[in-house]
């Protein structure tokens, strides 16, 4: 008996669309899905541009309206992969025509917009999530998988650092990223959201932060071109970068744990090293995804002459998500934690539940976002209000 089809809209054919896009196009070959996923449109500005990556990609339609796209009857899920800014108008606008929602970090550009996310999901009775990625990293799920079996014990520490470097060179240009009105934020909203929400699944809520960020290259090349990204290229002139480059703050968490947070595109030779550590009265476990299929785990009941960090291959079938794909010690990639994402989304909607994480999920992570800025300007703790 064939199964029902999910129709899936997509906004965005960039980074995160190609990450997407490779995901929808993959869920079903290699998991055991309970509807069929139909790449039915996929939406973008650029008329050209746009349907050279229809094509590329294996979406069936494009639009070049993300309005027309959401009118559409035979669209079930809209799938956000925009600037940061666009966030929330679109997911408002999506939730409004009846269409579950499923949208990229950070969920907003703020707590207001944030706010008023939720609450269209909510009136519109609609299923929503939104993407850390992340989670998807059988690594980072068996961590979860550790904690929840008691193996570290109660929990006293978290330390997450997100470390990148692709804007030291002064003359990189003045990317979309570095732009306030159109991404919110810099490192700060679009490295540390991730660990906070790693730090969420892991630890627990974080009930009060105080925090510093500083903008080392405060003026850089205006962009020649529209590309972004590591491809982007300089025009003549400067504009001004009003983000931040990097973004530390110290947590409390509502558990008792304390946690330090640390995000920068400036820390020469580290490409994507995002990487926790979470100290417990049993033991510990740290993670760096620049070795993604490894998680390092320390037992405290081992016999003395035996202590210390095991390496754990996260490889073998017993792993979550791996029993999809390939032979122990046979690696996967970091395109793998959005097909697992994928993957929990569309199974939670077709049985009718709420995927994890989501909106709600998105709004923690906003608040903690938005009390660590605020810290900065009170210079003093500020408690997360969601």
């Given amino acids: 008996m064939p199964k029902k089809q999910f129709k899936v809209g997509l906004i965005g054919y960039k980074f ?13 070959r290699f998991f055991d899905l309970p509807v069929e996923v139909v790449m039915q449109a996929i939406c973008g500005r650029d008329a050209g541009a746009v349907k050279g990556m229809a094509q590329k990609l294996g979406w069936l339609e494009y639009e070049t309206d993300y309005r027309k796209l959401l009118k559409r009857p035979d669209i079930d899920l809209i799938d956000i992969t925009s600037a940061n800014n666009m966030h929330a108008e679109m997911a408002v606008a999506a939730a409004k025509a009846g269409k579950h ?20 999901v909510k009136q519109a009775k609609v299923k929503h999530a939104i993407c850390f990625n992340y989670r998807g990293a059988p690594a980072v799920a068996l961590a979860r998988q550790i904690i929840d079996e008691g193996r570290i014990g109660r929990i006293f520490h978290w330390r997450g650092q997100y470390l990148q470097d692709w804007i030291v060179d002064p003359k990189f240009p003045l990317v979309w990223r570095l732009q306030k009105e159109v991404a919110g934020s810099g490192a700060h909203g679009d490295l540390i959201a991730h660990l906070i929400d790693t730090a969420h ?10 925090g510093d960020m500083r903008t080392f290259v405060k003026q850089r090349p ?3 071109a529209t590309a972004g990204g590591l491809a982007a290229r300089a025009a003549k002139g400067l504009g001004k970068v009003t983000v931040d480059d990097a973004s530390v703050f110290l947590a409390r968490f ?4 304390v946690g330090t947070f640390e995000a920068t595109r400036f820390a020469p030779g580290h490409k994507n090293c995002n990487f926790f550590e979470i100290n417990g009265s049993k033991g510990s476990i740290r993670f760096c995804f620049e070795r993604m299929n490894e998680l390092e785990f ?9 202590q210390g960090f095991r390496v754990i291959q996260a490889t073998d079938s017993k792993h979550p998500y791996v029993a999809a794909w390939w032979p122990p010690g ?6 793998h934690t959005f097909i697992h994402t994928v993957y ?17 999920d998105g709004l923690k992570c906003q608040a903690v976002l938005e009390a660590a800025s605020n810290s900065v300007k009170s210079g003093t703790w500020e408690k997360v209000r969601v």
Avoid: W
């Fill in 16 to 28: 995160m669309g190609i990450a997407h896009s490779n995901a929808y196009r993959q869920v079903g």
């Fill in 101 to 120: 929602v499923f949208c990229e970090k950070p969920l907003a550009m703020n707590m207001a917009q944030a706010r008023a996310m939720v609450k269209a």
């Fill in 201 to 210: 699944f892991l630890v627990g809520d974080i009930a009060e932060v105080v």
């Fill in 222 to 224: 205006r962009l020649k």
């Fill in 254 to 257: 509502a558990n008792g744990a």
């Fill in 298 to 306: 320390y037992d405290a009941g081992d016999p003395p002459h035996l």
């Fill in 330 to 335: 046979h690696i996967i990639g970091y395109e």
């Fill in 344 to 360: 929990n989304v569309v199974t939670a909607i077709a049985k009718g539940k709420l995927p994890s994480p989501n909106f709600y």
